[in-house]
């Protein structure tokens, strides 16, 4: 039995989050140490939004959104993609006949026709991940179809799919642009917004996603002064080193003892070297979490596919704290699925989905083992759980083993 398909990721989790009162700060900028601050450079460092074909639509393997042109109302973008206008308002927060501003971007309430080459695309389908374009099959097909010429085959659009953030009461584009760590003028830009960066509640917003710069290749057998000469290990690499006993402050140097070469200094009881015993238990790994809930795992964790893993259960298992730490938001999708988050020491934070029963709120603290929640009904029912360092998705069995 298969899980059924998601229409999010854990990262569009963490995004949902702005939905809640306050939203939750995730900036880690300032707190890796170091004197270099690259934040402002990353915060450049965004692609360019794709270009939409001739209705207008920029098509991803989860959603679909339209663009407006200049003149446009609701109404008339709704009529060029092939909704009901009425749907189409409701969906986005406005009216019908409400004006849009040039580049402005309206969400799909569901799938239209696909952009293809009869729509003005350059090929036919979503814009897809790099990961999911089978070049061997792509040059396959291009040559069965070749009638009698050989033609260069146009490759499927690849690109990241944006997170798609719907606004609520109270955020500002800053807000927004300060959550997701991009600038503002890269947000109004992706989405159309005026010069005074203005949004309405219920909006939907894409997020600019991170320009994917090359890292510069080192260059093979290379030979630096020094190189591949070995370092030798000190003598406390192999063995502790010996007690110094140190005379008390008071004591002159005649009236401490002096040790003799006949007589050597004796040998402590116990090695006094540490080899980190005390940080054990704080380490990242070998048990620091425990299953949130027993049963078996049904999908593995896969960085890109799967963000977490899940824990096949019935409906109305306790769903227990991982570790111990702070509650840091509760939401839910679009879709009604509930989830939490539990913010943990080191920038660890876990995350709880697919719960009911949440009897927790936002600011509680929780201990390892403290039950937070039930697993909801569902065919099959389970519990997708997540670790994540930051912003960044880790695989959860290192911590839980």
Same mark, same amino acid.
């Given at each position: 039995m298969t899980t059924p398909t998601r229409s999010f990721t854990a990262l569009g989790l963490l995004i949902a989050l702005g939905?809640?009162?306050?939203?939750?700060?995730?900036?880690?900028?300032?707190?890796?140490?170091?004197?270099?601050d690259t934040s402002q450079a990353a915060l450049q460092a965004v692609d360019n939004r794709p270009q939409p074909d001739d209705r207008g639509v920029i098509s991803y393997p989860n959603y679909q959104v339209a663009v407006a042109r200049r003149g446009d109302t609701l109404n008339s973008v709704a009529t060029r993609i092939g909704l009901p206008a009425p749907e189409l308002a409701r969906y986005n927060g406005v009216q019908v006949n409400d004006p849009l501003r040039a580049g402005e971007i309206i969400a799909?309430?569901?799938?239209? =026709?696909?952009?293809?080459? !009869? %729509?003005? /695309?350059?090929?036919?389908?979503?814009?897809? &991940?790099? =990961?999911?374009?089978?070049? !061997? %099959?792509? /040059?396959?097909?291009?040559?069965?179809?070749? &009638?009698? =010429?050989?033609?260069?085959?146009?490759?499927?659009?690849?690109?990241?799919?944006?997170v798609r953030h719907k606004v609520a009461r109270g955020e500002t584009a800053f807000t927004i642009a300060r959550l997701y760590q991009v600038t503002p003028r890269a947000l109004a830009e992706w989405n159309g917004l005026d010069s005074n960066f203005s949004l309405r509640e219920g909006q939907y917003l894409l997020i600019p996603t991170a320009k994917n710069v090359?890292?510069?290749?080192?260059?093979?057998?290379?030979t630096v002064p020094g190189a591949g000469t070995a370092t030798p290990q000190p003598p406390s690499a192999s063995k502790p080193l010996p007690t110094e006993v140190l005379p008390p402050a008071n004591q002159t140097a005649a009236a401490a003892p002096a040790a003799t070469a006949d007589k050597p200094a004796p040998k402590p009881a116990e090695p006094v070297a540490d080899i980190g015993q005390k940080k054990a238990a704080s380490s990242s790994g070998g048990g620091a979490m425990s299953m949130p809930v027993s049963g078996s795992i049904i999908r593995e964790y896969a960085k890109g596919r799967n963000e977490g893993i899940d824990i096949s259960a019935a409906p109305g298992t306790p769903v227990k704290a991982a570790a111990s730490g702070q509650v840091a938001a509760i939401s839910?999708?679009?879709?009604?699925?509930k989830f939490m988050l539990i913010r943990h020491p080191d920038d660890l934070i876990s995350v709880y989905t697919y719960v009911d029963d949440i009897s927790v709120k936002k600011g509680d603290a929780v201990s390892k083992g403290q039950s937070i929640a039930r697993v909801r009904s569902g065919d099959p029912s389970f519990l997708h759980f997540e670790v994540r360092k930051g912003f960044e998705s880790t695989d959860p069995m290192p911590y839980l083993r």
């Open positions: 939905a809640c009162d306050g939203g939750l700060d995730l900036d880690m900028r300032g707190r890796m140490g170091g004197a270099v799909l309430p569901r799938r239209v =026709a696909e952009p293809s080459p !009869a %729509t003005g /695309a350059a090929t036919t389908g979503p814009i897809q &991940p790099p =990961a999911s374009v089978d070049v !061997a %099959t792509l /040059a396959g097909s291009a040559i069965e179809r070749a &009638p009698s =010429a050989i033609r260069p085959a146009q490759a499927p659009q690849t690109g990241t799919e944006p090359p890292q510069p290749q080192q260059s093979a057998q290379v839910a999708t679009d879709e009604g699925v």
